[in-house]
C-alpha cells in the first residue's frame, strides 16, 4: 500500500527537491508551504510529517507537537536551514523523530524517510491501544566511498589548480609569488580548471549556492512588493 507524506515549507525549492527525490517511490506526497496548511491536511491518512522549523503560520515544532496529540504513531522529521537555530530541546519537547539541515543530499533524505515510514506504528490516537510489533528496518549498506585523490597543498582543489598552471609553463612557486599572468593566459587557466572539476564537485557546489541564493533574491523581491503595496 502506498504510503502518504505530508511536507511542510516555504521553500518552493525544497519542495520541489523533495518532490523529485521521492518521485520513483511508492509514496504520495501532499506539499504545503506553511504550518497553517499542513495542520489543515493532517488526518489519519498521513504516514509521514516532514516540516520546515521556520515558516509561516505555525512553525515545525507547533506542527510537530500537534501531529503527535492528533496521531501519536505518525513520525515527524524537522527542515532547519543552514542559517537558521535549531532548538534540539524543544524538539524533543514537541516529540520529533529525526531532523534534516538543509541543503541536504537526496540519498540521505530517502533513507532516513524509509527508515522513518519503516518504524513508525499505527497507535489509535483515540483508544490509546499498544502499537503493533514492526519488523526491524533492514539497513541498506552505505556505499564505499570513492578514493580521494591526494592534492599537493592542503586545499581541496589544488590539484585541479595545478594542472592547468603547468601547462601554461608557471611554476607553482612562482605562481604564488611574483609571476602575474596575462588576462589571456588567466582565461585559459579558467577554463581549464572549469574542465578537470568534476561533475559531482559541480553539483555539490551548486546545490550549496544556489538554493540559498534563490531565497534571498525571492524575499528581497516579496519585501520591494510589500513596500509598493503601502
Same mark, same amino acid.
Given at each position: 500500500?502506498?504510503?502518504? =507524506?505530508? +511536507?511542510?515549507?516555504?521553500?518552493?525549492?525544497?519542495?520541489?527537491?523533495?518532490?523529485?527525490?521521492?518521485?520513483?517511490?511508492?509514496?504520495?506526497?501532499?506539499?504545503?508551504?506553511?504550518?497553517?496548511?499542513?495542520?489543515?491536511?493532517?488526518?489519519?491518512?498521513?504516514?509521514?510529517?516532514?516540516?520546515?522549523?521556520?515558516?509561516?503560520?505555525?512553525?515545525?515544532?507547533?506542527?510537530?507537537?500537534?501531529?503527535?496529540?492528533?496521531?501519536?504513531?505518525?513520525?515527524?522529521?524537522?527542515?532547519?536551514?543552514? /542559517?537558521?537555530?535549531?532548538?534540539?530541546?524543544?524538539?524533543?519537547?514537541?516529540?520529533?523523530?529525526?531532523?534534516?539541515?538543509?541543503? /541536504?543530499?537526496?540519498?540521505?533524505?530517502? $533513507?532516513?524517510?524509509?527508515?522513518?515510514?519503516?518504524?513508525?506504528?499505527?497507535?489509535?490516537?483515540?483508544?490509546?491501544?499498544?502499537?503493533?510489533?514492526?519488523?526491524?528496518?533492514? +539497513?541498506?549498506?552505505?556505499?564505499?566511498?570513492?578514493?580521494?585523490?591526494?592534492?599537493?597543498?592542503?586545499?581541496?582543489?589544488?590539484?585541479?589548480?595545478?594542472?592547468?598552471?603547468?601547462?601554461?609553463?608557471?611554476?607553482? $612557486?612562482?605562481?604564488?609569488?611574483?609571476?602575474?599572468?596575462?588576462?589571456?593566459?588567466?582565461?585559459?587557466?579558467?577554463?581549464?580548471?572549469?574542465?578537470?572539476?568534476?561533475?559531482?564537485?559541480?553539483?555539490?557546489?551548486?546545490?550549496?549556492? =544556489?538554493?540559498?541564493?534563490?531565497?534571498?533574491? =525571492?524575499?528581497?523581491?516579496?519585501?520591494? +512588493?510589500?513596500?509598493?503595496?503601502?
Amino acid at each position: 500500500m502506498s504510503k502518504t =507524506i505530508l +511536507l511542510a515549507d516555504d521553500s518552493v525549492t525544497i519542495r520541489k527537491v523533495v518532490e523529485l527525490t521521492l518521485m520513483d517511490e511508492p509514496y504520495e506526497l501532499v506539499s504545503v508551504g506553511s504550518g497553517s496548511e499542513a495542520l489543515e491536511k493532517l488526518s489519519s491518512e498521513i504516514d509521514l510529517v516532514i516540516a520546515d522549523v521556520h515558516m509561516p503560520g505555525a512553525d515545525g515544532y507547533e506542527v510537530c507537537q500537534e501531529v503527535k496529540q492528533r496521531t501519536p504513531g505518525v513520525p515527524v522529521m524537522l527542515l532547519v536551514g543552514t /542559517f537558521e537555530s535549531y532548538d534540539a530541546d524543544k524538539a524533543d519537547a514537541a516529540g520529533a523523530d529525526d531532523h534534516l539541515k538543509k541543503p /541536504f543530499d537526496s540519498q540521505d533524505l530517502l $533513507a532516513r524517510v524509509r527508515g522513518l515510514l519503516a518504524s513508525s506504528r499505527a497507535v489509535d490516537p483515540v483508544g490509546g491501544e499498544e502499537p503493533a510489533p514492526q519488523p526491524e528496518p533492514e +539497513l541498506e549498506p552505505e556505499p564505499e566511498p570513492e578514493p580521494e585523490l591526494e592534492p599537493e597543498s592542503g586545499s581541496p582543489g589544488a590539484a585541479a589548480v595545478m594542472a592547468p598552471l603547468a601547462e601554461e609553463g608557471i611554476e607553482p $612557486a612562482a605562481a604564488a609569488t611574483s609571476v602575474e599572468p596575462s588576462d589571456a593566459t588567466v582565461d585559459r587557466i579558467a577554463r581549464r580548471v572549469v574542465e578537470l572539476l568534476s561533475e559531482e564537485t559541480v553539483r555539490e557546489v551548486a546545490w550549496e549556492v =544556489i538554493p540559498d541564493l534563490a531565497e534571498i533574491v =525571492i524575499k528581497e523581491r516579496l519585501s520591494e +512588493l510589500e513596500s509598493e503595496v503601502e
